[in-house]
């Protein structure tokens, strides 16, 4: 199909299958090679591009997903006037080396300033855990990206953030609705496969997306909206982590999802994938699940035949395995607002602990979600969550470790107790990341971690 | 960004490359695209070990948009390749020898049909017995790798009376170590491009670190002459000793030759995981004895590395191991026994610290173990037994310069870790429950250069043009490290000019001469030289010339900028009226008598790190707070481009010690990916790498200086072991260092 793009402010019609990737459009279709290939995963950042304003891993964005979209590449940095800072300062501040990730970083960077103009050394690293550089060792990409920061002051660091890409599109084997209804007619029929914000699919079929029929749910705008009512606050299914992260009912109603979402891949991750995606996929190790177990969320289903609730706990039966009938969408989450005992004496605790082979851009060996109230006057937990995650085939939610805590007081030995009965209420495997026996040691070890500063204090 | 003022030696000049990089602009090897160009795809063994007993590429062959298969059959030459021996074939013909071993070769119009026609190659294979086991490889019943056995090289060295050595020895430490295989993980894949040039060469445009070598390997795999064959080497996406050795050359020639039609490749990221060259894992028994007095008595050292299936450099990392297997100390009686050894597994070859990097993990951690039950400071331990002048090391060569242990030592003393290491690792009592600090530190020497024995020299041409411009011309390729805006600041401190006056001709075999190959720390100090030389033989050469046309004598004429001047009156002639003319300049590492191929080294480096760990308790994660690195660098050409190796070695060196692995089963790597093979992000690092920069210069050396590329990262394993163990109180002698490693540890020790 023709797919139309705008590159750094000019508009480009290319011919293409919509499921090769942007990457591809970019370099091979557009002759634009600033942007780089280097894992096909979203892992290293390499391809790093900001799409409709946000920061993203080419390789796994579908063209036709881009069709309409606003694209802003390394080649357009120079025409920029932070952009510019950003390619002064990485060769002023010896940022650049054998300077394969470069672009990525300077993109990611671009992002970042566009969001934060005055970013603490620790916001840079967050910002950038989503761009691999072997040669640097870092220091002096953080150093560049401050001085950036400093020059830019007073320029416009805005970046255009047109929410869309909102050209519907459609071929034999990409299709990018406007509605809803017109997804669930096509679900119906039979042989589309869904694809949200790719972070997953890109993975799973890698050089393999041309054989099979996609369904691309994201020009829906109503399942990218998170509204709230007296009782709830209801997340639609294309939300990413970073709406999820920004926005201020999930932060004052449910703080653990927000803290789950921070703890997803990197930037580039969090900008791309979906809640209802960290949902269907049905991961072991999916971050969200563990935070809405603890929330009590209910997610909806719905499909041309109608629509159903079904508790998030009772959603995913294995290991990427759901209870998902094939033309079904989650379209929402239904977060219920839980308000304590209503007594005022106590306040809410909450914490999403993770533990992955390395710090950031990681895959949690094991997890734990909690939230709960604690009446610090007596050391008492009530209304208590506890949920592990990557810790047996589908995320546990531990009641007895809950009791437990519940029956406090809130000490060192309670907590210590509480750890070793989370970890006999967990099944875990051994897998190519860790052992079982770690798992568990993990799961005890993250939830006495994530305690310890109310016990302490 | 162009500075007003000439960058001089020392300063931390922008690098040449910088705004090319960072702009998009810079046409890498997987960048490089032609009109009609082939797209190829190799096709993998992807097991251990087998016999092939057929291939069949005629469904394959059908795919619409393929052009050919390629298999063994097609290979004129001698389908072989590898810098020291070559023991690896182009595609394999009857075996396979690990599962990255290439098969065949598809290609095509586009690179959908790549994949498409790889899938449908079908081979029958009869599987052989699988040796994964460095150990088990080496005894006669083995499984042979190839048919002469899999023992590629062996060394042994030895001088004293051990035994009474040891019986007479206060304390006595012995200890195994393992250490990883760790992957280049280059940003940009294994990649390349192939045409014939404009005077009808064969041209292999690739990502690789010595053209002139790799076009010896491409002309003789295929039975062609060298003039036959052109290479070029434009910056690559890193290669840090992971493309020294043929990766995806020959796919590229052999196709473009027989096609006669353009072709290009790049390596997805687990086909090179899968096939590309890796460090080798070094399996280690030290037993080291001191008196109670801290005098180093003995050592007794084996060394084994598991160079996977073909030998590439691996007896020349096992040589440099075992030359600094014991370290920069003296040891009066010792005995190290060396192998290197085949194994189905991926196979290893040049990484950036060469042996050292892995020996250190050792050496370092037997030192502070020493020191501690002596109950000495670790570096007045290492003070103490530091190699004199004059003093014979492992290899009973004598230094004939003087080490700078010493001062390094005394500089990380000073420095900010070590000074302040007893408030450091105090914690407050809440933290301080689940958390642990620790302090340690580790120190190191490095040989530069290709060692005693290996020609290692290197030819730069500097020339003025018809229009006043000036031309470097060298084959070394800048692979990240910034070699080659020092060569141009050298250059243009000789011609008194700005290093923008100077136009690069890099890495390519048809335009360029012969500067070595980019390893082994060794470009700035050798092709540095050469550099040099050339810019003064072409400085004198312009001043000559401009006194003949300006009557007047050569020393009484200055030459700065774009212009000969007559110091006397001001009388100036430009640099347009007197090109073309040519500059050159030779160079040779020093020497000193071998003992065997590429050792010993004349030359050193030396350097120490020291690092302020935390260690979480409760999940046996590490983080490494603040990291003090002291190198040597005899004279610093570019500042800022040392500190730059400094961080970058150390953060390798961080993954290393607690990330990085590439997981063989059975000799099936179980985790080809950037998502499973964990590389350190922008969170994993301390923020704090602090570099101190000694200068204490190499008489023989450009300015003095010395190669640092690689003793930047050589202690650093080994530092973080140390602060580790001063944190837990328990030894970890296995890397990398899982979280896991480190909990089990900790419950274990109860």
Redesign the interface.
């Known amino acids: 199909m023709q797919v139309e793009l705008t590159v750094n402010g000019r508009p480009h019609t290319v011919e293409a299958d919509p499921r090769e990737t942007l990457l591809?459009v970019l370099?091979?279709l557009l002759?634009?090679?600033?942007?780089?290939?280097?894992?096909?995963?979203g892992?290293?950042g390499?391809c790093t591009v900001i799409l409709n304003g946000r920061s993203v891993a080419s390789c796994l964005v579908p063209a036709g997903q881009a069709h309409g979209a606003e694209i802003l590449?390394?080649?357009g940095?120079?025409k920029d006037l932070v952009g510019q800072h950003?390619?002064?300062t990485?060769?002023?501040y010896?940022a650049?080396?054998?300077?394969?990730?470069?672009?990525g970083f300077?993109i990611s960077a671009r992002g970042l300033l566009a969001d934060n103009p005055t970013p603490t050394?620790k916001e840079?690293?967050?910002a950038?855990?989503?761009?691999?550089?072997?040669?640097?060792?870092?220091?002096?990409?953080?150093e560049a990206v401050g001085a950036a920061a400093e020059r830019a002051a007073g320029d416009r660091v805005r970046i255009n953030d047109r929410k869309g890409g909102t050209l519907a599109a459609q071929s034999a084997g990409f299709a990018r609705p406007e509605s809803l209804d017109e997804a669930l007619a096509l679900l119906a029929q039979g042989g589309w496969r869904i694809v949200g914000g790719g972070t997953d699919v890109g993975?799973k079929f890698e050089?393999?997306m041309?054989d099979q029929r996609w369904l691309d749910l994201s020009g829906l705008d109503e399942l990218g909206r998170i509204h709230e009512d007296d009782d709830t606050v209801v997340v639609g299914g294309g939300v990413s982590y970073t709406d999820l992260i920004q926005s201020a009912a999930v932060q004052q109603w449910a703080r653990p999802l927000a803290q789950a979402a921070r703890a997803v891949g990197?930037k580039q991750i969090q900008n791309m994938g979906t809640l209802a995606g960290n949902l269907v996929n049905a991961s072991p190790a999916a971050d969200a699940v563990p935070s809405l177990h603890v929330l009590d969320a209910v997610a909806v289903l719905r499909s041309a035949r109608g629509e159903r609730k079904v508790p998030v706990s009772e959603l995913a039966t294995g290991p990427g395995q759901t209870v998902t009938a094939p033309d079904e969408i989650l379209t929402q989450v239904i977060i219920p607002k839980v308000r304590g005992d209503g007594s005022g004496n106590d306040s809410e605790i909450t914490f999403f602990e993770k533990?992955g082979?390395?710090?950031?851009?990681?895959?949690a060996?094991a997890s734990v979600a909690l939230r709960g109230w604690l009446d610090a006057k007596h050391g008492r937990l009530t209304h208590l969550r506890v949920a592990l995650g990557a810790v047996a085939p589908t995320v546990v939610l531990a009641l007895r470790t809950a009791e437990h805590l519940m029956g406090g007081p809130l000490t060192e030995a309670c907590i210590l107790e509480a750890g070793e009965i989370a970890a006999q209420e967990c099944r875990p495997i051994d897998d190519?990341?860790?052992?079982a026996?770690?798992r568990r040691?993990?799961v005890?070890?993250?939830l006495?971690?994530g305690l310890?500063p109310y016990v302490?204090? | 960004?162009t500075s007003m003022v000439t960058p001089g030696i020392g300063d931390?000049a922008?690098?040449i490359?910088?705004?090319a990089?960072?702009?998009?602009?810079?046409?890498?090897p997987?960048?490089f695209?032609m009109e009609g160009m082939l797209w190829l795809r190799v096709l993998r063994a992807g097991r251990p070990h087998a016999r092939i007993l057929s291939i069949d590429t005629r469904a394959a062959e059908q795919v619409p948009g393929v052009v050919r298969v390629f298999t063994a059959k097609d290979v004129p030459g001698t389908n072989r390749v590898g810098i020291l021996f070559q023991d690896m074939p182009v595609l394999c013909k009857e075996q396979v020898r690990y599962e990255g071993d290439a098969v065949a070769v598809v290609a095509a119009e586009s690179?959908?049909a790549t994949?498409r026609a790889r899938d449908l190659i079908k081979v029958e294979y009869e599987a052989l017995p699988v040796v994964s086991d460095p150990r088990a490889a080496m005894r006669p019943d083995s499984p042979r790798v190839h048919e002469n056995g899999n023992l590629v090289d062996e060394l042994h060295f030895g001088r004293g009376d051990l035994a009474t050595a040891f019986e007479s020895a206060d304390l006595i430490f012995e200890n195994e170590y393992h250490t990883g295989r760790q992957a280049?993980?280059?940003?940009?894949?294994e990649a390349g491009a192939a045409f014939y040039d404009d005077g009808g060469r064969l041209t292999v445009r690739v990502g690789g670190q010595y053209p002139q070598r790799d076009q010896t390997q491409i002309a003789r795999a295929f039975g062609l002459s060298n003039e036959d064959v052109r290479v070029i080497m434009p910056?690559?996406?890193?290669?840090?000793g992971g493309k020294d050795e043929i990766t995806v050359q020959c796919y590229l020639a052999l196709v473009t030759l027989l096609t006669k039609r353009p072709c290009r490749i790049?390596l997805?990221?687990d086909e090179s995981f899968l096939a590309g060259i890796k460090r080798h894992p070094f399996q280690m028994r030290y037993k080291t004895a001191c008196t109670t007095e801290g005098k180093l008595v003995a050592a007794e050292v084996e060394l084994i590395a598991d160079t996977g299936a073909y030998a590439s450099l691996g007896p020349a990392v096992l040589a440099f191991g075992t030359e600094h297997c014991l370290g920069p100390y003296y040891f009066p009686n010792l005995k190290i026994d060396s192998y290197c050894v085949y194994t189905n597994n991926s196979f290893s070859g040049a990484f950036r610290g060469f042996g050292a990097v892995e020996t250190a993990v050792g050496i370092e951690q037997q030192m502070d173990m020493m020191a501690r039950a002596v109950g000495m400071d670790s570096i007045r331990f290492r003070r103490l037994n530091g190699l004199q002048l004059g003093q014979p090391a492992a290899l009973g060569n004598v230094l004939d310069t003087e080490s700078t242990l010493n001062q390094v030592l005394a500089a990380a003393e000073r420095g900010s870790i070590y000074s302040q290491r007893e408030e450091l690792v105090q914690l407050p009592p809440?933290q301080g429950?689940?958390r642990k600090r620790g302090v340690g530190m580790a120190a190191a020497w490095q040989g530069f250069g290709l060692g005693a024995g290996v020609p290692d020299y290197a030819i730069v041409q500097v020339a003025l043009d018809e229009s006043g411009r000036y031309h470097l011309r060298t084959g070394s390729v800048d692979?990240?490290?910034?070699n080659v805006t020092a060569f141009m600041q050298m250059a243009a401190h000789e011609l008194g000019c700005h290093v923008d006056d100077i136009e690069l001709v890099m890495g390519d075999t048809f335009l360029g001469p012969d500067s070595g190959s980019t390893n082994a720390s060794r470009t700035v100090f050798v092709v540095g030289s050469a550099a040099t030389r050339a810019a003064r033989d072409l400085r004198k050469k312009i001043l000559d010339a401009a006194a003949k046309k300006l009557q007047s004598e050569s020393d009484r004429l200055t030459l700065t900028g774009n212009a000969v001047t007559v110091k006397a009156n001001g009388r100036s002639l430009p640099l347009a009226e007197l090109g073309p003319l040519l500059g050159q300049g030779n160079a040779h590492m020093p020497e000193t008598e071998e003992v065997s191929p590429g050792i010993p080294h004349k030359v050193f480096g030396y350097g120490a790190q020291v690092a302020l760990v935390e260690v979480?308790l409760?999940?046996?994660?590490v983080?490494v707070l603040k990291l003090h690195s002291v190198i040597d660098a005899g004279k610093a050409i570019n500042r800022?481009?040392v500190?730059?190796q400094?961080?970058?070695?150390?953060?390798?060196g961080l993954g290393y010690t607690l990330?990085e692995d590439t997981?063989v089963e059975n000799g099936v790597m179980?985790?080809p990916?950037?998502?499973?093979y964990?590389?350190?992000?922008?969170?994993?690092?301390p923020?704090d790498?602090e570099t101190t920069i000694l200068e204490y210069p190499e008489p023989e050396g450009p300015h003095g200086a010395k190669g640092i590329a690689e003793i930047v990262m050589t202690p650093t394993a080994a530092a973080i072991l140390n602060a580790l163990y001063a944190a837990t109180g328990e030894r970890f002698t296995r890397i990398p260092l899982?979280?896991?490693r480190v909990?089990?540890a900790l419950?274990d020790a109860g």
């Not at chain 1, 190519?432 to 052992?435: T, V």
């Not at chain 2, 400094?646 to 390798?652: C, T």
């Open positions: 591809f370099r091979e002759g634009m090679r600033g942007t780089k290939y280097g894992c096909g995963e892992e290293c390499a590449t390394v080649e940095m120079a950003l390619l002064d990485f060769v002023e010896g650049v080396q054998c300077g394969f990730c470069t672009p300077v050394t840079i690293q967050q950038l855990a989503g761009n691999l550089c072997r040669c640097t060792g870092y220091t002096k990409i953080i993975v050089h393999h041309g990197a533990v082979p390395r710090k950031a851009q990681t895959i060996i190519l990341r860790a052992s026996a770690y040691r993990l005890r070890g993250l006495v971690r310890w302490a204090s | 960004m931390s922008p690098r490359d910088g705004v990089k960072a702009s998009g602009a810079h046409v890498y997987s960048d695209a690179d959908e994949y280049h993980a280059f940003l940009e894949t910056m690559p996406g890193g290669a840090f790049m997805d990221r809440t429950r689940w692979i990240g490290q910034g979480d409760l999940t046996g994660e983080e800022q481009g500190e730059a400094s961080e970058g070695g150390i953060v390798q990330l997981m179980v985790n990916r950037l998502s499973t964990i590389l350190p992000t922008i969170s994993d690092v923020t790498i899982t979280p896991e909990l089990t419950s």
